[in-house]
Nanobody, 115 residues
């Protein structure tokens, strides 16, 4: 199965916003809906960390460092998940990866926040 495809990263100044997207090619709706959806990130020299997760029928869960600033969501018709990132900080700089449709570790998308 093909890995997920993340997009939407870029370079922004502190306080700015970005919206990341992720889809898994060939994913069917039942699998999309039935799996945990999540976003991870890995900053240079640091371990990969879980940023946000969403289980079907449940409430989203966030790392303490992003609570109140990030929001995970899904679009079943497009079989895509999103990560809305607001009030970005330099410490949010990382490569962001998604977990969707039971697949992980695509190429990731780079987010760079300058002060």
């Amino acid at each position: 199965q093909a890995p997920p495809v993340e997009s939407g990263g870029g370079s922004v100044q502190a306080g700015g916003s970005l919206r990341l997207s992720c889809r898994a090619p060939g994913c069917i709706l039942s699998t999309f809906s039935g799996n945990v959806m999540a976003w991870y990130r890995q900053a240079p020299g640091k371990q990969r960390e879980l940023v946000a997760s969403l289980i079907s029928g449940g409430s989203p869960d966030y790392a303490d460092s992003v609570k109140g600033r990030f929001a995970i969501s899904r679009d079943n018709t497009k079989k895509t998940i999103f990560l809305q990132m607001n009030s970005l900080k330099p410490e949010d700089t990382a490569v962001y990866y998604c977990d969707v449709c039971g697949r992980r570790w695509g190429q990731g998308t780079q987010v760079t926040v300058s002060s």
